[in-house]
């Protein structure tokens, strides 16, 4: 007989919070990096803005589309977490490169790999947080992993100012600190996580293609419509590398540029659990509609001014719209995939991502190059409301869309 409803679990699992730790740690790591990159590239490595747009969406492009072949692979090997491991290995030996970059070349070279790190965990990772979580709480699950994260996306640029000021802008020094919290990551995954069982096939049992034919049938509309909407969402939301620079613009200091960053982290942070709670009792379609209602809102007041006090107001703007959207993207794909397939269907959300990413990245660094930065903002906003027409016209698919 079917439990009672009081039976049902009322508390995530240890797991869960493992696993938001782990990306807690990475991203410590990669954020100490990644506040500082931009400004490293333009002020030490004189590089071209078009240059930075182009690596940043070349990063992020990689990361995205390597998580097809990872999540499909989990789905067929029936395991996520040796995959997650790998991928957070690569990222926490990855660190080292950009220390020694003397080039534009050596930069983009050490992006990729660490992207390419982030490719491998980022779908095994979320088919596993599907895996673990109670039923009626995959959006907190979600919310959960997403806010840790984001604790490490604001910590580690705070880690990073402070070591600014310390050592005088010493970049290099700053970059080999970052390994530390990359490696406790993995060594937290490895020994902290526990995969369940029903992640795993049973012996025995004969390994199917996940992207034969007949499976790829069994990925219904309602998930194909997820994915074109985060291909849109992505387009209108670039690389944070084009934040920071409009921050340098409008005359913070280089040593102050990963407040930017450690700002719009918090208010992320602080809104994506509830907002994953939220998520699971209320139209995702609406929530996600004011998310990019508050991202327009974000671009047009970024556009609008340089000084500091416009700035500041788009990236707790900015912040807002990521705790409002980003875990419940994940949340719809993982809704909307079958149980055996969400490797797979997370692969796929992702490479279509990666692709509009590098477009989004490029085509932002290119506006700001010829047009000036408030260009990049308009065409920011111009492609949230392209989101938006989607979802209008999609108003009369199934509620859980």
Known sequence: MPQPASAAPR????????????SLLMDISSEMIHSLLPVFMVTVLGTSMWAVGLIEGAAEATALVVKVFSGVLSDYWGKRKPLAVLGYGLGAASKPLFALATTSGMVLAARLIDRVGKGMRGAPRDALVADLAPSGMRGAAFGLRQSLDTVGAFVGPLLAMGLMLLWANDFRAIFWVAM??????VALLLFGVQEPERAQAPRGTPRVNPISQANLRRLSTPYWRVVAIGAVFTL????????LLRALQGGLPVAYTPLVLIGMNIVYALGAYPFGKLSDAVSHRTLLAWGLVVLIAADIVLASGSSLGWIAAGVVLWGLHMAMTQGLLATMVADTAPPDLRGTAFGFFNLVSGLAMLLASTVAGVLWDQLGAPATFLAGALFSLLAMALLWWWRRAPPSV
């Open 180 to 185: 530390v919290p990359g490696f406790m990551a």
């Open 11 to 22: 508390r995530l699992p240890a797991a869960i919070w493992a696993l938001g730790f782990v």
């Open 236 to 243: 209108a939301r670039f690389s944070e590398a084009f934040l």
